[in-house]
């Protein structure tokens, strides 16, 4: 949004009032104008909060998926436990996949299968409450709204909330996922919504043939801090400001739209889910920090098999489109691709020929961030119930992505009571990735 206004009421002996204002690509955000947000980037650098420039895109299987039939067959377990859609060698020697993921099998090299990945909230907003954010709350599934923030809000809040140069938002949600909010930290350091009213508000509302130049913008301004009798409002444009207008004036907000893409590359990913990966993509390339997706459709109490030869297919695309595209684009180093939901489901088929939902071994994979790729980490008991291994938890998962995107691990914000908390508390960066 770019707005200038002049509603004039004589309350000050110049003539000016809080009512005249300059506004510059407000996007909706609680308030915040571009401009504040950039000036919060800064001062965050100041502060000596180190981050890099990598960015994640996380794909939230909501509903809970199957860690048998995605990242863990276990074919050596009894007919009852064992993958119902059988299994895929991958180009990893001794590694296999479920058997509906052919693609990721060859692209498994770029990517790590997480088998020991567990915790103890199996509803599914408390699990993906503890996913999330790295904290358990029992009190989710009843409704309580999230008692921590999100990864994403973290980001945005020691970040900034748009990049310096680009203005993209740090944090986009492309679906919406339970706490994916910011809690304490304040809805200003909340996802971006790409569906939203601050999406549109991206979008220009002046004729771009009016706003050919910075140049003839300025000018623009120039005329304008004359036309207002040479009162002292626009003398708030600071630097910040001039890096809103080149903002509003740049081409970030394409990335939100594929029709800017090569149709080749669009039929790689596929449509739906793959529409989604490659979009996430574009807007990391734009300097977007976190990227939410949310593919549901995982709750498989009942014949797992057709569920999972329904969508299992639609995750294989898109998921190995976007690990080939960012390593062509030599991008995967810079992207850490997180997929997950919110708990595995139960080790044996229940009787509608379903899992039910399971906690103690969850459902993970990763791929890019600059992490060691082309293994399995950890290792399921023999029946695919629990770890076999040391488990790996959702406090772990969050320290690791700390790790990768240069977070302090000790890094504090102060809570609702007012006391300062720290955002990992007992979790470590996961050692056979680091």
């Known amino acids: 949004m770019l707005k200038i206004s002049n509603t004039r009421r004589h309350e000050k002996c110049d003539g000016s009032s809080r009512r005249d204002f300059l506004q510059v690509g407000a996007l909706g955000l609680g308030g915040l104008t571009l401009s504040d947000m950039l000036r919060n980037k800064t001062e965050a650098a100041n502060a000596g909060i180190s981050t890099t420039d990598k960015s994640i895109i996380w794909l939230w299987l909501s509903g809970g998926p199957t860690h048998v039939e995605t990242f863990d067959p276990k074919m050596t377990a009894p007919a009852e436990y064992r993958s119902v859609t059988g299994e895929v060698k991958t180009n990893l020697p001794g590694v296999?996949?479920?058997?509906?993921?052919?693609?990721?099998?060859?692209?498994?090299?770029?990517?790590?299968?997480?088998?020991?990945?567990?915790?103890?909230?199996?509803?599914?907003?408390?699990?993906?409450?503890?996913?999330?954010?790295?904290?358990?709350?029992?009190?989710?599934?009843?409704?309580?709204?999230?008692?921590?923030?999100?990864?994403?809000?973290?980001?945005?809040?020691?970040?900034?909330?748009?990049?310096?140069?680009?203005?993209?938002?740090?944090?986009?949600?492309?679906?919406?996922?339970?706490?994916?909010?910011?809690?304490?930290?304040?809805?200003?350091?909340?996802?971006?919504?790409?569906?939203?009213?601050?999406?549109?508000?991206?979008?220009?509302?002046?004729?771009?043939?009016?706003?050919?130049?910075?140049?003839?913008?300025?000018?623009?301004?120039?005329?304008?801090?004359?036309?207002?009798?040479?009162?002292?409002?626009?003398?708030?444009?600071?630097?910040?400001?001039?890096?809103?207008?080149?903002?509003?004036?740049?081409?970030?907000?394409?990335?939100?739209?594929?029709?800017?893409?090569?149709?080749?590359?669009?039929?790689?990913?596929?449509?739906?889910?793959?529409?989604?990966?490659?979009?996430?993509?574009?807007?990391?390339?734009?300097?977007?920090?976190?990227?939410?997706?949310?593919?549901?459709?995982?709750?498989?109490?009942?014949?797992?098999?057709?569920?999972?030869?329904?969508?299992?297919?639609?995750?294989?695309?898109?998921v190995a489109a976007l690990v080939e595209d960012l390593s062509l684009r030599g991008q995967l180093d810079n992207t850490l691709l997180v997929v997950s939901g919110e708990f595995g489901r139960t080790p044996k088929i229940n009787g509608g020929g379903g899992r039910d939902h399971w906690a103690p071994l969850s459902t993970l994979a990763l791929a890019g961030g600059g992490l060691q790729m082309g293994q399995v980490i950890g290792e399921s008991a023999e029946k695919v119930d629990v770890p076999k291994t040391s488990p790996i938890g959702p406090q772990d998962l969050l320290a690791t992505i700390f790790h990768v995107m240069g977070i302090n691990q000790r890094l504090q914000f102060v809570n609702q009571a007012g006391r300062p908390t720290y955002m990992v508390e007992q979790g470590k960066p996961i050692e056979a990735l680091v």
């Open 96 to 318: 296999t996949l479920g058997g509906n993921f052919q693609r990721m099998a060859q692209v498994a090299d770029k990517m790590a299968f997480v088998r020991s990945f567990a915790h103890t909230n199996s509803g599914h907003s408390g699990g993906t409450h503890y996913v999330m954010t790295g904290y358990d709350n029992r009190l989710a599934d009843n409704g309580a709204v999230s008692s921590r923030p999100g990864i994403g809000s973290i980001l945005s809040r020691v970040r900034g909330t748009n990049h310096p140069v680009t203005g993209m938002p740090t944090y986009v949600r492309l679906n919406g996922i339970y706490a994916d909010g910011p809690a304490f930290l304040g809805t200003a350091y909340g996802p971006f919504d790409s569906g939203g009213e601050a999406r549109r508000n991206m979008a220009l509302n002046v004729a771009r043939e009016r706003l050919d130049s910075r140049r003839e913008l300025l000018k623009g301004i120039d005329n304008l801090r004359r036309d207002i009798d040479s009162s002292d409002v626009m003398n708030g444009l600071d630097a910040f400001d001039q890096q809103a207008f080149d903002i509003i004036l740049s081409r970030s907000q394409q990335a939100f739209d594929l029709k800017y893409e090569d149709p080749r590359v669009v039929s790689r990913y596929g449509k739906g889910l793959g529409e989604k990966l490659l979009q996430a993509r574009r807007l990391c390339e734009a300097g977007c920090g976190f990227v939410t997706v949310n593919f549901g459709g995982w709750d498989m109490h009942g014949n797992i098999k057709q569920s999972m030869d329904r969508l299992g297919p639609q995750v294989d695309q898109a």
